[in-house]
Antibody, heavy 119, light 112 residues
């Protein structure tokens, strides 16, 4: 069955960076887009960007340009998101989710990673 | 960016009752290819969102027919009939017609 297993919670200092992971199983990793979505406490959902692991192509929500960097490792079927120059506004739960095509829905999601930015 | 406005923000429903959630878009969600990329999700407490309905009215695998979606252009509705305890949580609409993809603000379904 399709599973997206994300890494554990992170407590990081302002100004630093963090890299979170999303390990895929149960499907062909290189055939689906992998998206990242942000959810701040009590708030809704924001789409950050996506990567196509098949060729490494990425596309970002302009709002997250320079904040998020998406990569993927085909050998381990793992997608990564690095967040840089962290501030309290980056404290949130981050989900990975896959979609088969450019406009199809995100059909399976990871369990989410809580990132807390605090000194 | 496309703004999706969901109403109501919260909904109190009795078990066995019917719920209706609206998602209104700031722009038409009809793509130039004729398709409408409006999808619905449920986020149960402490869980990640789960896909219910894709492209306005198609139920995702395993979703019971108590859930139905309808609408066109800028106005969309999710209906849940015979509400059960496992239907409680926050419902979101998502549009993937216009980049960047955007979500509605959510509608919280609670028991009366």
């Amino acid at each position: 069955q399709v599973q997206l297993q994300q890494s554990g919670a992170e407590l990081v200092k302002p100004g630093s960076s963090v890299k979170i992971s999303c390990k895929a199983s149960g499907y062909t990793f290189t055939s689906y887009d992998m998206h990242w979505i942000k959810q701040q406490p009590g708030n809704g959902l924001e789409w950050i960007g996506w990567i196509y692991p098949g060729n490494g192509n990425t596309k970002y929500n302009q709002k997250f340009n320079g904040k998020a960097t998406l990569t993927a490792d085909k050998s381990s079927s793992t997608a990564y998101m690095q967040l840089s120059s962290l501030t309290s506004e980056d404290s949130a739960v981050y989900f990975c989710a896959r979609s088969i095509n450019y406009r199809d829905p995100f059909d399976y999601w990871g369990q989410g990673v809580m990132v807390t930015v605090s000194s | 960016d496309v703004v999706l406005t969901q109403t109501p923000v919260s909904l109190l429903i009795s078990l066995g009752g019917q719920a209706s959630i609206s998602c209104r878009s700031s722009q038409s969600l009809v793509h130039s290819n004729g398709n409408t990329y409006l999808h619905w999700y449920l986020q149960k407490p402490g869980q990640s969102p789960q896909l219910l309905i894709y492209q306005v009215s198609n139920r995702f695998s395993g979703i019971p027919d108590r859930f139905s979606g309808s609408g066109s252009g800028t106005d969309f509705t999710l209906k849940i009939s015979r509400v059960e305890p496992e239907d409680l949580g926050v419902y979101y609409c998502l549009q993937r017609t216009h980049n960047p993809w955007t979500f509605g603000g959510g509608t919280k379904l609670e028991l009366k």
